[in-house]
């Protein structure tokens, strides 16, 4: 097992595939990756030398990934959310927010619009209303 | 990621839409509201603090520009469809 950026790769799988664990890369981020380091298709995990290693963590830390997305991806749907716009709106409805038939369907949107108001609330504005929702609990369980 | 936006997006040396509105600076001062059906202008810099009346196909909903909405439309502000409410009788 490979531990990179808090994510663990597994060492029997092709490096294409692996970098697919981390959130924020897709197959296609994923084989410009590749194709920086000049990595073959079929290279497993761990037939990567050190060096490999050492430039492709490098790479990504470059890169949005993980929380840093999900906290960047949250802002900004908070951020049209409390100015009030349209798409903000239909992420708190939890519906489609490109215009999409709502009839039926609109599975993926019930399933995930909503969750960007609701975790990964990082904004420094609202830290302390939760704040201030969360101390009554605490209090108890003390 | 954003290929096809940044695509389909609107050329660069036409710079944003937008229209010139006679009672703009008499709106930010004394807070007079501006009636308008222009949806697809997009809010400019120079706009911020002014009140619209912007139109929804219907009616004229109020709209006070503040900073964060730079870059927006005004039609985003103005929303054209009713939430729906479901009711038990139809006499009510």
Known sequence: MLHLLGVNL????IVLVALTY???IGPQTARKVCSQLSIHKEC???ELSETKVNQLSSILSNMTLENDLKRKISANVHHLREIGTYVGKRHAMGMPVHGQHTLNNSKTAKKLNRRWLRKYS???RLAPVFGILQSPLSN??? | M????VALARSVWKGPFFVHFPGLAE???EGKAIKTKMRSCTIMPHMVGARFMVHNGKFYLPVRVTENM???KLGEFSHTRKTFSYRMTKNK
């Open chain 1, 10 to 13: 597994p060492d029997r799988k």
């Open chain 1, 22 to 24: 981390f959130y924020g």
């Open chain 1, 44 to 46: 497993k995990m761990n």
């Open chain 1, 122 to 124: 990082t904004s420094s």
């Open chain 1, 140 to 142: 108890k369980q003390d």
């Open chain 2, 2 to 5: 954003h290929g096809t936006t």
């Open chain 2, 27 to 29: 709106s930010i001062k």
């Open chain 2, 70 to 72: 730079v870059g927006r």
